[in-house]
């Protein structure tokens, strides 16, 4: 229940995106601000460790909030979900690499099945802040493929689970500033409340039920998919409030990636599940 709760709050964030008038730049300056405040507040008792590969992914973890908003703002909120959730396609081509792991034949047709949910997204009809917003939102999964590759490294483990949230927000805070101030004269109450539901309630908030379900026990396979009813109910919110329908291209596309991944996830955790002795 905590993890499905972190998940719903986490789809909210098209919503919310799209709601304001605040450019990406505005918003997201203040959106970190408040993330990394209630984040700190929450996990402050791990401390606020740092390292080489922390900073990585710290940068790596600001670029795909910024990137995501950005894509956002320019194209529909399903094709900013849907492509930043094509992550799982380079986690499976880049992990060997990083980690040494074999490449299997299910992931092979995993990526090809994912690689052409893609290429709808780009069919029909597109204006061209569709086309910048797509290839904004494919570059927001990458980092977030390179962000969680690195997560899984010795080094990150050894400080607290939050620092690159955390350091990734205040970087974003430091690089957005300038934007941010100038926000200030202009923000209604309206903006107001969408940033600080942004990054008190959608990242702080949502972040701490996720690692509480985690740290009592949610299997990682249940987690993951879990969170794909993030992508799902993204759109699903901007359409009944806002009336933002998404191309018929992109629903079945977004549909194959989740679908596509999905299957994976299952597939992959069968094996150590029949060897652990837990099914008959």
């Known amino acids: 229940m905590l993890v499905l709760a ?16 605040l450019s990406a730049y505005e918003l997201s300056f203040w959106r970190s601000l408040l993330a990394a ?3 700190a507040i929450f996990t402050r008792r791990e401390g606020f460790g740092l390292n080489g590969i922390t900073v990585i992914t710290s940068i790596l973890y600001a670029a795909l909030l910024l990137l995501f908003v950005v894509a956002t703002k320019l ?6 979900i849907f492509l930043q959730y094509t992550a799982p396609i380079y986690v499976l081509v880049l992990e060997p690499l990083f980690y040494k792991e074999k490449f299997r034949q299910r992931d092979l047709f995993t990526v090809i099945a994912c690689i052409a949910g893609m290429s709808l997204f780009f069919v029909g009809k597109l204006r061209p802040q ?22 899984r490294h010795t080094r990150s483990q050894a400080v607290n689970r939050a620092s690159s949230v955390i350091y990734g927000n205040l970087l974003l805070v430091i690089v957005l500033a300038p934007a941010g101030f100038a926000a200030v004269q202009k923000m209604t109450a309206h903006d107001v409340i969408a940033v600080s539901y942004l990054g008190i ?53 977004g549909a194959i990636i989740i679908a596509a991944v999905i299957a994976h996830t299952v597939a992959g955790a069968r094996p150590s599940i029949h060897d652990s002795g837990k099914l008959p």
């Open 6 to 21: 972190a998940a719903i709050l986490w789809s909210t964030g098209g919503l919310f995106i799209k709601w304001t008038t």
């Open 37 to 39: 405040l209630t984040v």
């Open 75 to 80: 194209t529909t909120a399903a094709n900013a």
């Open 130 to 151: 569709d086309v910048s917003g797509n290839l904004t939102a494919l570059a927001s999964g990458l980092c977030f493929a390179f962000y969680v590759l690195l997560l």
């Open 201 to 253: 309630v959608q990242i702080g908030v949502a972040y701490t039920l996720f690692t509480l379900g985690m740290a009592r026990g949610v299997r990682s396979l249940d987690a993951g998919i879990v969170g794909y009813i993030e992508p799902i109910l993204n759109p699903v919110w901007v359409f009944l409030l806002l009336g933002e329908q998404p191309s018929r291209w992109a629903l079945i596309g």
